[in-house]
């Protein structure tokens, strides 16, 4: 699949087949992930892989949309570190950019993927980080749920040029 059919068929997964997913294709996607964009290039994240499905469970029963999680083969978590940052508030914007890139990779290599928003939500980043034991200079962003896809649902059309602006609103 060519990039731009990639960026537009991609979806959000939730239901996967119970197939797993092998440590090469793990590493392909945090390999992409750390060639995102960052300010500065300071690339401030750090990825946690999570295979037990324990945790996961334990995720799910704090996170309202993670309900799916149990079923998924792994999840990634990314997270922002606070001394690697030297553009001061990007951390969270620079771990999106590696976010999109884990699903969009994802994509690519026929798995399913969702993004499953850790931050801003003050209660589900207290519980990410008790759940992993971070350290304080490490803020959760986000927990991508894995799997080969259950389903493939269908691509909605989403272009709406009325939100397309050009040189003044």
């Known amino acids: 699949m060519d990039l731009y059919s990639g960026l537009i068929s991609?979806?959000?997964?939730?239901?996967?087949?119970?197939?797993?997913?092998?440590?090469?294709?793990?590493?392909?996607?945090?390999?992409?992930a750390m060639y995102?964009?960052?300010?500065?290039n300071t690339q401030p994240w750090h990825f946690l892989v999570v295979d037990d499905k324990e945790v996961l469970?334990?995720?799910s029963a704090f996170h309202s949309y993670a309900k799916m999680l149990p079923e998924a083969d792994k999840a990634i978590?990314?997270?922002?570190?606070?001394?690697?940052?030297?553009?001061?508030g990007y951390w969270m914007v620079d771990c999106a950019n590696a976010t999109q890139n884990i699903l969009l990779a994802a994509?690519?290599?026929g798995l399913g993927a969702v993004w499953l928003g850790v931050y801003p939500r003050k209660d589900r980043m207290k519980a990410t980080t008790e759940l992993f034991s971070l350290p304080e200079h490490i803020r959760p962003?986000?927990?991508?749920?894995?799997?080969?896809?259950?389903d493939r649902?269908?691509?909605?059309?989403r272009f709406t040029p009325?939100?397309?602006h050009y040189n003044k609103w």
Not at 141 to 150: K, M, N, S
Not at 153 to 157: M, S, V
């Open 162 to 164: 009325e939100r397309i």
């Open 153 to 157: 649902p269908q691509i909605p059309e």
């Open 77 to 88: 978590l990314v997270c922002g570190d606070t001394t690697l940052e030297n553009a001061p």
């Open 57 to 59: 469970r334990a995720f």
């Open 36 to 40: 995102a964009p960052s300010a500065r």
């Open 141 to 150: 962003l986000a927990l991508v749920a894995l799997g080969v896809p259950g």
């Open 10 to 32: 991609r979806r959000s997964i939730r239901s996967y087949s119970g197939e797993p997913i092998s440590q090469e294709q793990i590493e392909a996607l945090l390999k992409a």
């Open 107 to 109: 994509h690519a290599k």
